[in-house]
């Protein structure tokens, strides 16, 4: 990122970026105008300085400087991942693929680019590209939590619950035994929920009901566990301790019309 500029330039342009993310976009045009006095040519500089107008609602200007930008800087992943978010920005999402992959043959392992792509993916409904690059971020970066619930929720979108179930169970087995830290519980115990509702939908209600009375100490939203226990208890024929479970949960929340559809 500001490929080929001095010292002073290359701090210049990280402060564009910066300005970018935090919506200081007057900022970053100073800093954008200030680079290309000296380096007007300069591809990296011209894509985010357009990129910067187009949240300032200059798309037209936008646009020519993207891509100037890139042709004065075929090479660099920077402008085409700049131009991927442009065409993101107007909701053109096969364009901005198109570029995101450009900008993947050049940096292969760019996380955020890679990040990008994925949720494009799965806007487009390309499941098993999702899967892939999913697949690509855990790889890259295996001690994330999100990266292995990314690449679950992929294989679950693309209608394999059973292989989702397999990757959380592998994610959870790289735990020590007293995980989750305190700060981390919440975030957890969501986790394991949702393995838990995935194998009651991949046709294992009595595992996933084990599964839950053992994870119970892991799991903060007490509410939720209830109700997925009486879920499971009445899907498995324990009508009477269901029944019990659904008149608990309505004491709480009387308004709960799940549970008054069940009672």
């Known amino acids: 990122m500001g490929a080929s500029l001095p010292p002073k330039e290359a701090n210049l342009f990280k402060l564009i970026v910066k300005s970018y993310e935090t919506k200081q976009y007057k900022k970053g ?17 011209l894509s985010m300085k357009g990129l910067t107008l187009n949240c300032m609602d200059r798309k037209l200007e936008a ?36 570029c995101y992959r450009n900008a993947l043959r050049i940096d292969p392992d760019n996380i955020e680019i890679l990040r990008d792509l994925s949720l ?22 295996p001690n994330h939590r999100m990266n292995w619930i990314g690449f679950a929720v992929a294989h679950h979108l693309n209608s394999n619950g059973s292989k ?11 735990l020590d035994d007293d995980y989750p830290p305190e700060n981390e519980r919440c975030e957890h115990g969501e986790m394991l929920l949702y393995k838990i509702s995935l194998l009651d939908e991949c046709g294992f209600p009595e595992r996933a009901l084990e599964e839950l009375h053992k994870k119970e100490s892991k799991m903060v939203d007490k509410l939720d566990y209830k109700e997925q226990e009486a879920l499971l208890l009445l ?11 659904f008149r608990v949960l309505l004491t709480m929340n009387p308004d709960n019309y799940r549970c008054l559809s069940k009672d």
Request: aromatic letters at 10%; one cysteine or more.
């Open 29 to 45: 045009l100073k800093a954008a105008d200030t680079i290309l006095k000296k380096f007007p040519n300069h591809g990296e500089t």
């Open 63 to 98: 646009y020519e400087l993207v891509r100037l930008g890139l042709k004065n800087d075929l090479k660099s992943h920077v402008c085409w991942h700049v131009y991927g978010l442009l065409y993101r920005s107007d909701r053109e999402y096969r364009e901005a693929i198109k």
């Open 120 to 141: 494009l993916q799965a806007q487009m409904r390309d499941l098993e590209g999702f899967v892939e690059t999913r697949q690509q971020l855990l790889t890259l970066k």
């Open 164 to 174: 989702a179930v397999d990757i959380l169970e592998a994610y959870e087995g790289t």
């Open 235 to 245: 899907k498995l024929g324990c009508f009477e301790e269901g029944e019990k479970l």
